[in-house]
Nanobody
Framework: QLQLVESGGGLVQPGGSLRLSCAAS????????MAWYRQAPGKQRELVAV???????NYADSVKGRFTISRANAKNTVYLQMNSLKPEDTAVYYC????????WGQGTQVTVSS
């Protein structure tokens, strides 16, 4: 059973940075695209960034130029570097992979507030 475990969330002031990590179990990690989603209170879950097995990336318009997704296949880990954080980035961030079905981590809270 594939498991995803996120870490790295927390409270940060506007303009600050955080790096989220998502560790995946299993040896097939490198074969699949990985994604980060987020869900703010009262809003639908939205795609933030995705990285393919080959390393190509795509971002939501709201985070372009501020967030960077990367992966370390040898460590079965995907990262989300978040810079210039804004209050509207406050949400629970989830790691995702689709292998026959969608797998999700438990989420990590990011709060941007002064």
């Amino acid at each position: 059973q594939l498991q995803l475990v996120e870490s790295g969330g927390g409270l940060v002031q506007p303009g600050g940075s955080l790096r989220l990590s998502c560790a995946a179990s299993g040896s097939i990690f490198g074969l699949y695209a990985m994604a980060w989603y987020r869900q703010a209170p009262g809003k639908q879950r939205e795609l933030v960034a995705v990285i393919t097995s080959g390393g190509s990336t795509n971002y939501a318009d709201s985070v372009k130029g501020r967030f960077t997704i990367s992966r370390a296949n040898a460590k079965n880990t995907v990262y989300l570097q978040m810079n210039s954080l804004k209050p509207e980035d406050t949400a629970v961030y989830y790691c995702n992979v689709n292998i026959a079905r969608a797998y999700w981590g438990q989420g990590t809270q990011v709060t941007v507030s002064s």
